[in-house]
């Protein structure tokens, strides 16, 4: 019998088995963490009627609805209506995002905790990623990009000490500038921040927090973290805004950028908005991209490498 040529599509997929099978893993270590801590995992609609109006994430039309970027106003509804500890693992979508470290559609964890601050959460970020290390490898210590991370412990930087330390700048002066923030923030202070262990960049200027409430102690800062390992962005977390008035007044701001910036229209999430009416308990909540946790913990580089191709 004549045996057949593998094409080269099912050739890509065979060479995936390997990290596909320790991707279930990772994701698997993490829901008996989050599960351990108490977290429910709950689901919520990947087709929505309203995106959050972010201004620099598009989100793919579908028919009558949206693809979600994010699960966020869907969550936050839930601890309206009473659940404490919250998770969600599951697809999101987001228009234009192709690359090494992008892609359009991806793999997003979310969780939520009401009565809690950012910092808790920190906590229990480190933990089921050092848990999910140990799972995988059974050591605190993983290679990436041809280095050795260690995951005994995190290393925390404030925004304004990384961009004094790594860019000889007041992040301050420079967030009064959007684009220039931002210029230094991927230029010079992300590639030099340390690479031997986890790395948290904490309390961003008051402008870039979008839905982070401020810090009591200093109200030109907010509540937010973002988690790097090896370089590469895993996390970003916000103590939340559950002030109505502010997070109306700031969904309309965005709307209005948005609208000078030529983007597309979203309609007003009503139903969010009732929820942050009738009141949402103090909370803090982070996301997590979970391609990008399995490129860390098994040593690969491109997201590609990690995921079902997007070809059919």
């Known amino acids: 019998m004549e045996r057949k040529i593998m094409p080269e599509s099912v050739a890509r997929l065979r060479s995936l088995i390997p990290v596909l099978k320790q991707r279930k893993e990772i994701f698997a270590s993490v829901r008996r963490s989050l599960d351990g801590m108490g977290y429910w995992e709950v689901d919520t609609p990947c087709g929505i009627l309203a995106p959050a109006a972010e201004e620099y994430i598009e989100a793919p039309s579908a028919g009558n609805f949206f693809l979600r970027t994010s699960p966020e106003l ?14 969600q693992i599951g697809p999101c979508f987001r228009e234009g995002e192709n690359g090494r470290r992008h892609r359009s559609e991806f793999f997003m964890l979310e969780y939520y905790e009401a009565h809690s601050d950012y910092m808790q959460l920190l906590d229990h970020t480190f933990s089921f990623i050092r848990q999910a290390a140990l799972d995988l ?9 041809g280095k050795e991370i260690l995951l005994d412990r995190f290393e925390c930087l404030s925004v304004r000490e990384a961009f004094r330390c790594f860019a000889n700048s007041d992040a301050d002066a420079c967030a009064r500038e959007e684009a220039l923030f931002e210029q230094i923030l991927v230029e010079k202070v992300e590639p030099n921040l340390p690479q031997e262990r986890l790395c948290v960049l904490l309390d961003y200027p008051v402008r870039f927090g979008a ?3 401020p810090k009591k102690e200093d109200p030109t800062l907010v509540e937010r973290w973002e988690l790097y390992g090896g370089g590469l962005e895993l996390a970003n977390a916000y103590g939340e805004l559950v002030d109505p008035v502010i997070q109306r007044e700031r969904l309309i701001s965005f709307s209005r950028t948005r609208e000078r910036m030529g983007l597309r229209k979203y309609p007003a999430p009503e139903a969010f908005l009732e929820s942050i009416d009738y009141g949402i308990p103090p909370s803090a909540g982070a996301a997590l991209g979970l391609d990008r946790l399995v490129m860390l913990l098994t040593g690969h580089q491109d997201i590609g490498e990690v995921s079902f191709p997007l070809d059919s």
């Open 74 to 87: 869907q969550m936050k509804r839930l601890l309206a209506a009473g659940m404490e500890r919250i998770y």
């Open 211 to 213: 839905f982070a409430r």
């Open 137 to 145: 490898h059974g050591e605190e210590k993983i290679s990436f990009a």
